[in-house]
């Protein structure tokens, strides 16, 4: 066994876990224990039963509380593996940068494996990658499971199940629209079920493993590391992440990732994890859940560039000012946006709140569905869950899903039934993505992805919860109609404003940036009974890139189930009311691109169809150029009275029709 000598560094102040110095290592652990050694192990003895190359015995003059520590120096270092044990057990550096002995997924072995880690990490080139501080409002996410996205066979990648699969999906998701992906937990996790010990690590000698998977990775986890089985045999898992998080910004794509927190760990413990994982991998942001501490990163200056989501923001947690890094992730939007869908009583006040809401001290993410709970497909199919899978006899999941299976449970080949789906689903679609602050697309519901009604498929390392990238083919109506909308979304910012909308005229051009009305202009009904609204964007409010005025849009939602006649309001004489969405359309793909809008007869009223989104926008009125230069270039009395020049807008109130109130809300 090889000598090293062993020195305290009273002077130094080094992090948890190891870190190299000149001549050797400085190792730092906590440890409630009598005594503490560091175990070495020789990489060549295979990833089975470990045999010890060394064992070196942290001095008591390094034990600070219960925090062990001391430099190491001497040759040959690099080439071990290493653990530690405290009072005879054995356990893995809870801060280790990687891991290994549990490259295979899902091996039941590993859940009573020792993990070791590599004394030697390999240095990465980021070549001057930096974060890319995406404005919210300027963001579209999509939230995936790196093995769940490519781990399918029809996935159509070479390495799949790992962030080297994510890499090979960059073309799809930059084709989609994508801006920003977020990851569900990519840190160490023990995706083996075992049941709780008493110091809570879940790599605890003892327990046996309970049979059962962890496929979300919500639990506790090595911090540190990324997950060793989103890397493949043979690969360095850090190495990986960050190959894919270079690869990703190169694209232009942001990453943020999910850490779960169980409330056992610190705040001060929480803030160096998730500020390691911005400095170390460079990821642009990190959702929260769990129990986290939030109101501590929300108040860290080293974070104010970072993307900060939890379930919530109070004002006591923010720094006094802008604070525009934060974002909230939560059901609200879910929950009101199902429940006006599928026509409940008194919800159209909620979907005015929702559509609007993007307040100055941070952002919001809307979804209408995430991992947890029903895809957007089974939204439309399932009125019950359908968890029998998951061994728990339909016990677990919530029960409140706010869904509505257009009237048979589960898959269907009745033709009417069909098409409601794929109204209900572009309905869906639209108030995502119509909505100020930040949509969010689950992967796999830009084309049907369906879990079999499963509403908590976390167990489900299969065919629930893998990713059928057939149904490209099979939804490819649905998956062109995703497509269209991200894009028409970018194009008009009137549906993303950097501030929420005030429901006033108060730069002076004619209109207020959004107004609200009833199947009359301008007259709004928010009667319990009322199931239908609509909202005008006013376009001058929206500046698109090349500083042009954005078009007006008026959005007529009807989640009745009978139709309703909506008066269309007045837009300048110039400009004619033309169809770009219509959710009802049966025989087409549901929108009308760009300069192919289709045409409306009567610019006064029109009839939208039940259960269904209309989205009209003004285009000038044909050949108004040319009738203007006709009438310039007329002779003296040829055409008798000089034409009527057109009527200025009133730019201090909007020109109100035959009995039209204005409406504040």
Same mark, same amino acid.
């Given at each position: 066994?090889?000598?090293?000598?062993?020195?305290?560094?009273?002077?130094?102040?080094?992090?948890?876990?190891?870190?190299?110095?000149?001549?050797?290592?400085?190792?730092?652990?906590?440890?409630?224990?009598?005594?503490?050694?560091?175990?070495?192990?020789?990489?060549?003895?295979?990833?089975?039963?470990?045999?010890?190359?060394?064992?070196?015995?942290?001095?008591?003059?390094?034990?600070?509380?219960?925090?062990?520590?001391?430099?190491?120096?001497?040759?040959?270092?690099?080439?071990?593996?290493?653990?530690?044990?405290?009072?005879?057990?054995?356990?893995?550096?809870?801060?280790?940068?990687?891991?290994?002995?549990?490259?295979?997924?899902?091996?039941?072995?590993?859940?009573?494996?020792?993990?070791?880690?590599?004394?030697?990490?390999?240095?990465?080139? !980021?070549?001057?990658?930096?974060?890319?501080?995406?404005?919210?409002?300027?963001?579209?996410?999509?939230?995936?499971?790196?093995?769940?996205?490519?781990?399918?066979?029809?996935?159509?990648?070479?390495?799949?199940?790992?962030?080297?699969?994510?890499?090979?999906?960059?073309?799809?998701?930059?084709?989609?629209?994508?801006?920003?992906?977020?990851?569900?937990?990519?840190?160490?996790?023990?995706?083996?079920?075992?049941?709780? *010990?008493?110091?809570?690590?879940?790599?605890?000698?003892?327990?046996?493993?309970?049979?059962?998977?962890?496929? !979300?990775?919500?639990?506790?986890?090595?911090?540190?590391?990324?997950?060793?089985?989103?890397?493949?045999?043979?690969?360095?898992?850090?190495?990986?992440?960050?190959?894919?998080?270079?690869?990703?910004?190169?694209?232009?794509?942001?990453?943020?990732?999910?850490?779960?927190?169980?409330?056992?760990?610190?705040?001060?413990?929480?803030?160096?994890?998730?500020?390691? !994982?911005?400095?170390?991998?460079?990821?642009?942001?990190? #959702?929260?859940? @769990?129990?986290?501490?939030?109101?501590?990163?929300?108040?860290?200056?080293?974070?104010?560039?970072?993307?900060?989501?939890?379930?919530?923001?109070?004002?006591?947690?923010?720094?006094?000012?802008?604070?525009?890094?934060?974002?909230?992730?939560?059901?609200?939007?879910?929950?009101?946006?199902?429940?006006?869908?599928?026509?409940?009583?008194?919800?159209?006040?909620?979907?005015?709140?929702?559509?609007?809401?993007?307040?100055?001290?941070?952002?919001?993410?809307?979804?209408?569905?995430?991992?947890?709970?029903?895809?957007?497909?089974?939204?439309?199919?399932?009125?019950?869950?359908?968890?029998?899978?998951?061994?728990?006899?339909?016990?677990?999941?919530?029960?409140?899903?706010?869904?509505?299976?257009?009237?048979?449970?589960?898959?269907?080949?009745?033709?009417?039934?069909?098409?409601?789906?794929?109204?209900?689903?572009?309905?869906?679609?639209?108030?995502?993505?119509?909505?100020?602050?930040?949509?969010?697309?689950?992967?796999?519901?830009?084309?049907? #992805?369906?879990?079999?009604?499963?509403?908590?498929?976390?167990?489900?390392?299969?065919?629930?919860?893998?990713?059928?990238?057939?149904?490209?083919?099979?939804?490819?109506?649905?998956?062109?109609?995703?497509?269209?909308?991200?894009?028409?979304?970018?194009?008009?910012?009137?549906?993303?404003?950097?501030?929420?909308?005030?429901?006033?005229?108060?730069?002076?051009?004619?209109?207020?940036?959004?107004?609200?009305?009833?199947?009359?202009?301008?007259?709004? $009904?928010?009667?319990?009974?009322?199931?239908?609204?609509?909202?005008?964007?006013?376009?001058?409010?929206?500046?698109?890139?090349?500083?042009?005025?954005?078009?007006?849009?008026?959005?007529?939602?009807?989640?009745?189930?009978?139709? #309703?006649?909506?008066?269309?309001?007045?837009?300048?004489?110039?400009?004619?009311?033309?169809?770009?969405?219509?959710?009802?359309?049966?025989?087409?793909?549901?929108?009308?691109?760009?300069?192919? $809008?289709?045409?409306?007869?009567?610019?006064?009223?029109?009839? *939208?169809?039940?259960?269904?989104?209309?989205?009209?926008?003004?285009?000038?009125?044909?050949?108004? @150029?040319?009738?203007?230069?006709?009438?310039?270039?007329?002779?003296?009395?040829?055409?008798?009275?000089?034409?009527?020049?057109?009527?200025?807008?009133?730019?201090?109130?909007?020109?109100?029709?035959?009995?039209?109130?204005?409406?504040?809300?």
């Amino acid at each position: 066994m090889r000598q090293y000598q062993i020195c305290i560094d009273s002077a130094g102040v080094y992090p948890m876990g190891l870190t190299p110095t000149e001549k050797g290592i400085h190792v730092s652990v906590a440890a409630a224990a009598k005594e503490c050694s560091l175990l070495l192990f020789s990489p060549e003895k295979g990833r089975g039963e470990k045999q010890e190359a060394a064992r070196i015995r942290f001095p008591e003059a390094g034990r600070h509380g219960q925090v062990w520590e001391m430099t190491v120096e001497g040759e040959g270092l690099q080439q071990y593996e290493y653990a530690f044990e405290a009072d005879g057990k054995r356990f893995s550096d809870p801060c280790g940068r990687s891991f290994l002995g549990n490259e295979a997924w899902g091996c039941l072995e590993n859940g009573e494996r020792l993990l070791t880690t590599p004394v030697s990490q390999p240095e990465f080139d !980021w070549g001057g990658d930096v974060s890319l501080r995406i404005p919210y409002e300027e963001c579209i996410v999509y939230r995936a499971h790196v093995r769940g996205l490519t781990k399918d066979g029809s996935s159509g990648v070479r390495n799949k199940g790992t962030f080297a699969g994510v890499v090979e999906k960059i073309p799809y998701l930059k084709e989609l629209g994508i801006t920003t992906l977020e990851l569900m937990p990519v840190a160490e996790f023990q995706e083996i079920e075992m049941p709780d *010990v008493a110091d809570g690590n879940p790599y605890g000698d003892g327990p046996k493993p309970t049979g059962r998977l962890n496929y !979300w990775g919500c639990g506790a986890a090595f911090y540190y590391a990324p997950k060793a089985s989103y890397a493949g045999t043979g690969r360095n898992p850090a190495m990986e992440f960050k190959q894919m998080v270079k690869a990703l910004h190169q694209a232009g794509m942001e990453v943020v990732i999910e850490l779960f927190f169980t409330g056992r760990e610190t705040p001060a413990a929480v803030l160096d994890v998730v500020r390691f !994982w911005v400095r170390e991998f460079h990821v642009d942001g990190v #959702h929260l859940t @769990g129990q986290a501490p939030a109101w501590i990163l929300a108040k860290d200056p080293y974070l104010t560039d970072t993307k900060l989501w939890a379930t919530y923001w109070d004002d006591g947690d923010k720094e006094p000012g802008y604070q525009k890094n934060l974002g909230e992730f939560n059901d609200g939007f879910l929950v009101d946006m199902r429940r006006a869908l599928k026509g409940d009583e008194d919800q159209m006040k909620n979907l005015i709140f929702r559509s609007r809401r993007n307040p100055a001290g941070h952002g919001v993410i809307n979804y209408m569905a995430t991992n947890n709970g029903f895809t957007l497909m089974d939204m439309v199919s399932y009125d019950r869950k359908h968890n029998e899978a998951n061994g728990e006899e339909n016990q677990d999941g919530t029960d409140y899903n706010y869904t509505w299976n257009c009237g048979e449970e589960g898959p269907s080949r009745k033709k009417k039934l069909v098409q409601m789906r794929r109204q209900q689903l572009r309905n869906a679609l639209l108030m995502v993505f119509l909505s100020q602050g930040t949509p969010l697309l689950q992967a796999g519901d830009e084309f049907g #992805h369906s879990q079999g009604g499963n509403n908590n498929a976390y167990c489900q390392d299969n065919e629930i919860s893998w990713l059928n990238w057939k149904l490209q083919k099979t939804n490819r109506e649905l998956l062109a109609f995703v497509k269209y909308l991200i894009a028409f979304r970018k194009a008009h910012p009137v549906f993303h404003m950097k501030e929420e909308p005030k429901v006033m005229d108060y730069r002076a051009v004619g209109k207020p940036d959004i107004s609200y009305h009833g199947v009359n202009a301008w007259k709004p $009904e928010f009667e319990n009974f009322r199931r239908q609204i609509g909202i005008m964007y006013w376009g001058p409010y929206g500046k698109k890139a090349d500083g042009t005025a954005d078009e007006t849009f008026f959005v007529a939602y009807n989640m009745h189930w009978e139709p #309703h006649e909506f008066a269309l309001p007045h837009l300048p004489r110039s400009q004619q009311w033309k169809i770009a969405f219509d959710t009802s359309d049966s025989s087409g793909s549901g929108y009308y691109e760009a300069g192919q $809008e289709r045409e409306l007869e009567n610019q006064k009223r029109y009839m *939208v169809p039940y259960r269904s989104i209309i989205v009209f926008v003004g285009k000038p009125v044909p050949d108004q @150029g040319k009738e203007e230069r006709c009438r310039k270039n007329a002779k003296p009395g040829k055409m008798g009275k000089p034409a009527k020049a057109e009527e200025p807008v009133n730019e201090a109130e909007p020109g109100k029709q035959e009995g039209e109130e204005d409406a504040h809300i």
